[in-house]
């Protein structure tokens, strides 16, 4: 079993839509929790960073983790064509011992 | 990517070759860090430095080497032992500060 799974989509939804993305983890160590956009041949860019319990809030974005069920999500409110891209979940252990990466959920928003 | 530059973009090398894929930054970050990164495996740690003339292996080191000899530069030579290098790969750094890191634009290497 995978320590972090990401649905790898794709995932296609109609411009202006909520945008839902998810990631579940098996360890409880896991201690914080980020989501990168990456566009197609770049590199990630960090969009949200939280290590709570609970909703974060960002412009159009939310991250939400909910450490009792080891699952995050990360969503996306009025969608634009701009917000099509790959998102990956990131998590870290206590102590910084590593960032373990999802293999990412591929989102096209469709005009 | 800002304040963090990979070159070339593209690199193509032919079997039995080395290459050697630049990672430089100004941002100050002490930790520096290389992935690879394939379709559907996510990335993948092979190297990281925490601090100047250190630095440990990931997790899948075999194949590669890595340098730090300046804080702004963190060097990866894909050696010929690599058996499949075609990947795209990725530095980051991380200031000692905070526990985000931050990537460079990549650099896509093709084994011909």
């Known amino acids: 079993q995978k320590e972090v799974e990401q649905d790898p989509g794709p995932l296609s939804v109609p411009e202006g839509a909520i945008v839902s993305l998810n990631c579940t983890y098996s360890n409880s160590a896991f201690q914080y929790f980020m989501w990168y956009r990456q566009y197609s041949r770049k590199g990630p860019e960090l969009l949200m960073y939280t290590y709570s319990s609970g909703n974060k809030e960002d412009g159009r974005f939310t991250a939400q983790v909910d450490k009792s069920s080891k699952y995050i999500s990360l969503f996306i409110r009025d969608s634009q064509p701009s917000d099509s891209a790959t998102y990956l979940c990131?998590?870290?252990?206590?102590?910084?011992?590593?960032?373990?990466f999802g293999t990412g959920t591929k989102l096209q928003v469709i005009p | 990517d800002g304040g963090i530059t990979q070159s070339p973009k593209y690199l193509f090398r032919k079997e039995g070759q080395n290459v050697t894929l630049s990672c430089e930054q100004n941002l100050n970050h002490d930790a520096m860090y290389w992935y690879r990164q394939d379709p559907g495996q996510g990335l993948r740690l092979i190297y990281y430095?925490?601090?100047?003339?250190?630095?440990q292996k990931g997790d899948i080191a075999e194949g590669y080497s890595v340098s730090r000899e300046k804080k702004e530069s963190f060097p990866l030579t894909v050696t010929s032992a690599q058996k499949n290098p075609t990947a795209f790969y990725l530095c980051a750094t991380r200031a000692t500060s905070t526990d985000t890191q931050y990537f460079g634009p990549g650099t896509r290497l093709t084994v011909l």
């Open positions: 430095s925490q601090i100047v003339n250190d630095f």
């Open positions: 990131a998590l870290i252990s206590g102590g910084y011992q590593k960032v373990t």
